[in-house]
């Protein structure tokens, strides 16, 4: 085998043109890039994470029992309500956080809200109220339902 010698390939630098063949002083013009709606601005300060039940009802993200400020013990009152589990503290709560900092979600709310062991649940706190809404996604499929339609055939919601 013998070996030869490939130059390498350098492009000529046009000046004001920057690098290629094309015309001299003929600078590129930037793509056009749509400008996007700023939207409106979010109407609370809440947070949110999608955790998955485990067979115990433990919820397996901690962080959002964290920025609500419930530590290991606190008393907490949960209820479903249409489909939906509310959780507050309460002096009185029958329900606490977890040693661990899990949120339990009580037997009857998951049977209520058809949830098993891997199901998924949308978490929205609202560190301002302290309360935390667990949306199972059967639920937010029914509230999106409309939206998902309309967008899906190409109609504003």
Same mark, same amino acid.
């Given at each position: 085998?013998?070996?030869?010698?490939?130059?390498?390939?350098?492009?000529?630098?046009?000046?004001?043109?920057?690098?290629?063949?094309?015309?001299?002083?003929?600078?590129?013009?930037?793509?056009?890039?749509?400008?996007?709606?700023?939207?409106?601005?979010?109407?609370?300060?809440?947070?949110?994470?999608?955790?998955?039940?485990?067979?115990?009802?433990?919820?397996?993200?901690?962080?959002?029992?964290?920025?609500?400020?419930?530590?290991?013990?606190?008393?907490?009152?949960? /209820?479903?309500?249409?489909?939906?589990?509310?959780?507050?503290?309460?002096?009185?709560?029958?329900?606490?956080?977890?040693?661990?900092?899990?949120?339990?979600?009580?037997? !009857?709310?998951? /049977?209520?809200?058809?949830?098993?062991?891997?199901?998924?649940?949308?978490?929205?706190?609202?560190?301002?109220?302290?309360?935390?809404? !667990?949306?199972?996604?059967?639920?937010?499929? /029914?509230?999106?339902?409309?939206?998902?339609?309309?967008?899906?055939?190409?109609?504003?919601?």
């Amino acid at each position: 085998m013998t070996a030869s010698f490939v130059p390498p390939v350098i492009p000529k630098v046009v000046p004001g043109g920057g690098a290629g063949g094309g015309p001299v002083g003929r600078s590129r013009r930037p793509l056009p890039v749509p400008a996007l709606e700023s939207g409106s601005p979010r109407a609370t300060d809440a947070v949110y994470a999608l955790s998955a039940v485990d067979k115990s009802g433990r919820v397996a993200d901690r962080s959002i029992v964290r920025v609500l400020g419930w530590g290991p013990g606190a008393r907490l009152d949960i /209820r479903e309500q249409a489909g939906i589990i509310v959780a507050r503290p309460a002096t009185d709560g029958v329900h606490c956080v977890g040693d661990r900092g899990h949120l339990h979600l009580p037997l !009857a709310v998951r /049977r209520w809200c058809r949830l098993t062991a891997g199901d998924r649940v949308l978490l929205a706190a609202d560190p301002a109220a302290g309360v935390l809404v !667990a949306y199972p996604l059967a639920v937010l499929d /029914r509230l999106l339902a409309d939206v998902h339609a309309a967008v899906a055939g190409g109609e504003a919601a």
